[in-house]
């Protein structure tokens, strides 16, 4: 399976910060990488797919790039309802792996 | 507004069957996407289990491929998910989902139902 690595694990920012998750891949997935947030108590929301394609209705405010292993979730212009835990998922090979997630929280 | 809604029992006994079911409203199960079911252990990754399409046509974890079985409700517009041989590990918190495509991203989920193994 491949493994798909996290970082940072959490983080405390601010409103209106710019914010950069990373997430690493044991092997290449090619673009197949996508981004999702899950606030507490609500289902998980897809964000990004496809390493840089926005889901419909999530705000410009959220941006993916990427290639092979290495990719990045940027979030500027950081918003209260951003604070919540993202968490990255490789479609590229069976089976689908996630990452074990970020949380944005206040600073 | 599309929703899943998953239903199911929160206790099954180890070395039974975990059965659930997703309810789809506001969408056809028979459109083009592929429905799935991913899973959370306490304190774990999200676990891919499995995604069917309406045809039967279905897409299994190789780790759990032996244990599963996933089915769809075209009448009724559900699909379903059968899990045998439970153990403690598979306590999680499962969710059902809408995929892009056989390989795609999951762009809607339920909101989850905890299923606690132990006798």
């Known amino acids: 399976d491949i493994q798909m690595t996290q970082s940072p694990s959490s983080l405390s920012a601010s409103v209106g910060d710019r914010v950069t998750i990373t997430c690493r891949a044991s092997?290449?997935?090619?673009?197949?990488l996508n981004w999702y947030q899950q606030r507490p108590g609500r289902a998980p929301n897809l964000l990004i797919y496809?390493?840089?394609n926005l889901q419909s209705g999530v705000p410009s405010r959220f941006s993916g790039s990427g290639s092979g292993t290495d990719f990045t979730l940027t979030i500027s212009n950081l918003q209260a309802e951003d604070f919540a835990i993202y968490f990255c998922?490789?479609?590229?090979?069976?089976?689908?792996?996630f990452g074990l997630g970020t949380k944005v929280e206040i600073k | 507004q599309v929703q899943l809604q998953e239903s199911g029992p929160g206790l099954v006994k180890p070395s039974e069957t975990l059965s659930l079911t997703c309810a789809i409203s506001?969408?056809?199960?028979?459109?083009?996407?592929?429905w799935g079911w991913i899973r959370q252990p306490p304190g774990k990754a999200f676990e891919w289990i499995g995604s069917?399409?309406?045809?039967?046509?279905?897409y299994y974890n190789p780790s759990l491929k032996s244990r599963i079985t996933m089915s769809v409700d075209t009448s009724n517009n559900k699909f379903s998910l059968n899990l045998n041989s439970v153990t403690a590990a598979d306590t999680a918190m499962y969710f059902c989902?809408?995929?892009?495509?056989?390989?795609?991203?999951?762009?809607?989920w339920g909101q989850g139902v905890l299923v606690i193994v132990s006798s």
């Open positions: 506001g969408s056809s199960i028979s459109s083009t996407y592929y």
């Open positions: 092997q290449s997935v090619y673009r197949q």
């Open positions: 998922q490789q479609t590229y090979s069976s089976p689908r792996t």
């Open positions: 989902t809408r995929d892009r495509s056989e390989v795609g991203a999951s762009n809607l």
């Open positions: 496809a390493t840089s």
């Open positions: 069917i399409f309406h045809t039967g046509s279905t």
